[in-house]
């Protein structure tokens, strides 16, 4: 965080000095109740519920105080804090996240999407810091909550900032948007997920559609041409440039002659009448997708395409992202453990169809969460897409998953099916299954340690 006056911060909020002076400056701000991770020289947002250990507080000091609480209940004894009184914490809150946003006139990347977004946040990531100092969200920990101390870790020598948007109900991504100001926005696609929180798919579109209304006036709009549900998001008061990524519709940058490598994507990058030869690590064309919006996002930033397309060549695959490895008896093991929705369950069967042609396929799938009223309806889905390929043995994992062996059944699936509660139930059962011919893919929710684990002990 930029160092910041107190007594800069009391004009700004307009505040009152309760206690403590205002000749010093601060280092860090918290909010959401973390006063327990407070360090010397930290602003601390306290609220009118909050439990208040002023005594901790002042022993971590010095420690400046924002708060609506009564003159009347706070201390004035405390030497290491200072107090100042504000009319509204909310207001006074916001008030100093615009304020400290606008101290840098920096690009903010932000991204959001089903499937995709993560990936696309570390490629950006990998490509902008050969040669920048840059500030992103951590993995894919992109929960609301997290944002203003994402946004707190820019500072003077940050020349570019990429995050992504978590959604787990509406309203999130507007709230975020509101934190980062985006000056790019990139939607990568819009399948089906969260639908406890959105209530159902028109809602979930209009949540991940309010990254629109968050960009920055003036600021760059990326979508995905080929996403049927993206084509449904309201652009009308969208003021900004909008560039399309494709691979099958028309588009600004898309791709063609698109192959499978040995654990990567070759393709032909074609934009503004060039060309180029393009290579990125991880298979299946969602990646090629993926490629191409953090490429658009780099032109916008004014990174040539052919630097952006060599430094994007060494990008490092993501752990469990259809990650590809020699198994148990010579297998082919592909672990896809990192989330689980519909839309990545049909990348990954794509994935398969490419590279296990003429091979034994074993699938083992685990629960959908978070698909409210739809989730048997979703699961059902999916049962109908393996029914409808050539599977050796369908393995399901959890209650809502049994609904995808049921109804691969019901469709008239050939395969081997078996149904457990949990991974550890399995242990060797599918040994005389899986053999040098096999190609096994595992896809569950990254809740799901049990099933992390057991992807890891079928890996040689």
Not at 103 to 115: D, K, M
Not at 402 to 429: L, P, V
């Amino acid at each position: 965080m930029k160092p910041l006056q107190v007594k800069d911060i009391k004009r700004l909020l307009k505040g009152e000095l309760v206690a403590g002076h205002v000749d010093w400056a601060v280092h860090e701000a918290i909010y959401y109740k973390r006063h327990e991770h407070a360090k010397r020289h930290t602003l601390l947002f306290v609220s009118r519920v909050d439990h208040v250990d002023w005594t901790l507080i002042n022993a971590k000091g010095p420690s400046l105080v924002i708060t609506d609480l009564p003159v009347d209940s706070l201390p004035t004894s405390l030497t290491q804090t200072t107090i100042l009184k504000v009319q509204s914490l909310v207001q006074s809150y916001w008030k100093f996240i615009n304020y400290y946003r606008n101290l840098f006139n920096i690009p903010v990347v932000t991204i959001t999407g089903t499937c995709g977004k993560t990936t696309t946040k570390e490629m950006l990531k990998h490509m902008l810091s050969f040669d920048k100092k840059i500030e992103t969200s951590i993995s894919s920990q992109n929960e609301p909550r997290r944002s203003f101390p994402y946004l707190l870790k820019i500072d003077d020598d940050t020349e570019a900032a990429v995050f992504e948007h978590g959604l787990g109900n509406s309203g999130n991504i507007k709230h975020q948007c509101m934190i980062y100001q985006p000056t790019i926005g990139i939607l990568t696609n819009i399948g089906v997920h969260h639908l406890d929180g959105c209530k159902n798919l028109e809602g979930y579109i209009k949540a991940k559609g309010e990254i629109v209304e968050g960009i920055r006036e003036g600021g760059t709009l990326i979508l995905n041409a080929d996403d049927e549900n993206t084509k449904k998001v309201r652009l009308d008061m969208f003021k900004g440039k909008i560039i399309y990524f494709g691979i099958r519709e028309k588009a600004t940058i898309t791709a063609t002659s698109i192959v499978y490598g040995n654990k990567g994507m070759h393709f032909t990058v074609q934009f503004e009448g060039r060309a180029l030869k393009a290579y990125v690590p991880g298979l299946g064309e969602h990646q090629v997708s993926n490629a191409l919006a953090a490429l658009a996002a780099m032109h916008e930033l004014g990174v040539d395409l052919e630097l952006a397309i060599r430094r994007l060549r060494t990008y490092k695959e993501m752990e469990r992202h259809l990650e590809v490895s020699t198994g148990i008896k010579g297998s082919t093991i592909v672990d896809d453990t990192w989330t689980n929705n519909p839309t990545s369950v049909k990348a990954a069967l794509n994935v398969i169809d490419s590279i296990g042609k003429d091979k034994k396929i074993v699938l083992i799938l685990g629960d959908i969460n978070r698909l409210g009223n739809f989730e048997k309806k979703y699961h059902q889905e999916i049962g109908s897409l393996i029914a409808s390929r050539e599977i050796h043995t369908l393995v399901t994992i959890g209650k809502k998953a049994e609904e995808i062996a049921r109804q691969a059944k019901k469709d008239g699936s050939n395969a081997m099916i078996k149904m457990y509660e949990s991974a550890k139930e399995i242990g060797h059962q599918l040994d005389h299954v899986i053999d040098a011919d096999s190609v096994v893919l595992l896809k569950g929710p990254m809740s799901s340690r049990a099933m992390i684990d057991f992807a890891k002990s079928l890996k040689r």
